[in-house]
């Protein structure tokens, strides 16, 4: 068993920025699913009480006696006090409304975004598009929209105080997707698809005139939220979705821009990325140095990013939800061990879920997952 010479947020720190470390330091993402479905807790209940979902969260922490970090504190949204910031584009499916009371939140995907609607993003910007169009996607009055915005941004910043109690970092203090993700969201996977191949130019048009929209509010809600991180979503533009000359336009540009602007500001960014990134590693060595994490989900292989990468960013990673789910506690020992031999050889590396802890993730898998990271450290 290694000895523990930093904290848990010396750790983290260390970790983030390449440097040597006791042991290798635990931080799943995790929302309030798989908590609340171990709990007994119905999904809805725990999604109408946030308080009660959240401190689910919290007894599984305590359950386990801790972990190390957050990558997001809990399941709010770190909103900035203003219309656009409460205008989401697209419709979720929720339990106790569309789905069963004890199913995880959908998303609906559909073609809420038209083309028609380029020439105003274009000339107006994203935010002044979300509100010029409001109640297309969001009906509600203007002051109840703000008080939501206030309202999410509050509990964002308590689950963040609260972990600092514990001696926990959360990692991010804003939230935002790429303008490919979004429009793909937005527009869907097809037409999206059909805009690339269609109208290319218009389309970085619209890239183009989202960008400054989405970097100024996401540093505004890092600085409203206190904590110096970004959680990047991106997913559908890796390669496998688009040949790395589509990534080379509509993705990678604009990704590159981003986490520019957030490393000025002196914040980390947590790249979270979905899907099959394989192919796109080699970009990202001409991000800021120690200034990203790169949040992989099983799909990329983690142990070509920890080759492609290495002394130049974190990675985090990246236990399967389907070995955590239905895998055996020695099958998932056996995974974290190898992770920490090849990707946490040297540092730069969190052990952590493949995107957010899975609803039917067994517990005693999740405590050896825990686990590992306390007893085994073998560099």
């Known amino acids: ?64 006696s801790g972990w190390d970090g957050m990558i997001l504190p809990g399941y709010s949204i770190p909103a900035t006090p203003h219309v656009y910031s409460g205008i989401g584009l697209g419709k979720n499916l929720f339990p106790g409304l ?38 297309r996607f969001n ?54 698809t059909k805009d690339i191949y269609q109208i290319p130019d218009k389309l970085e048009a619209v890239m183009e005139a989202m960008m400054d929209d989405f970097i100024s509010d996401t540093i505004e809600a890092a600085r409203i939220s206190g904590e110096p991180g970004v959680f990047l979503v991106m997913e559908r533009g890796g390669s496998f ?59 990329t292989d983690i142990f070509k990013a920890k080759e492609v990468l290495k002394g130049h960013m974190c990675i985090a990673g990246d236990v399967p939800a389907a070995l955590s789910s239905l895998g055996t506690p020695e099958e998932v020992e056996e995974y974290c061990k190898k992770l920490i031999d090849v990707v946490g050889k040297d540092g730069g590396f969190i052990l952590s879920t493949g995107c957010t802890c899975p609803v039917e993730c067994r517990m005693e898998n999740f405590k050896v997952i825990i686990e590992t990271t306390r007893t085994y450290y073998p560099h």
């Open 139 to 192: 009906p509600q009055n203007e002051e109840r929209i703000i008080r939501w915005t206030q309202r999410q941004m509050e509990k964002y910043k308590y689950e963040i105080e609260f972990w600092k109690t514990r001696g926990v970092r959360s990692l991010c203090g804003a939230m935002v997707s790429s303008p490919l993700m979004t429009l793909s969201t937005s527009r869907s996977l097809l037409q999206i």
């Open 1 to 64: 068993m290694p000895e523990e010479t930093m904290t848990a947020w010396e750790r983290m720190e260390a970790a983030v920025k390449l440097k040597p470390l006791d042991r290798i330091p635990c931080a799943p993402l995790m929302d309030i699913y798989f908590p609340a479905r171990y709990k007994g807790i119905p999904i809805v209940e725990a999604m109408r009480d946030w308080k009660k979902g959240f401190y689910s969260i919290v007894d599984i922490f305590e359950e386990v």
């Open 98 to 135: 569309e789905l069963g009371k004890d199913e995880p939140v959908q998303f609906q995907e559909r073609e809420v975004l038209k083309r028609e609607d380029y020439d105003d993003i274009i000339n107006l910007g994203w935010n002044n598009f979300k509100v010029k169009h409001k109640d």
């Open 241 to 299: 979705y688009y040949p790395l000359k589509i990534y080379e336009r509509f993705e990678y540009p604009h990704m590159k821009r981003m986490v520019e602007a957030f490393a000025a500001e002196g914040f980390i960014t947590v790249m979270h990325l979905d899907q099959d990134y394989t192919l796109n590693l080699p970009y990202f060595k001409d991000l800021p140095p120690k200034m990203v994490v790169a949040e992989l989900d099983s799909c």
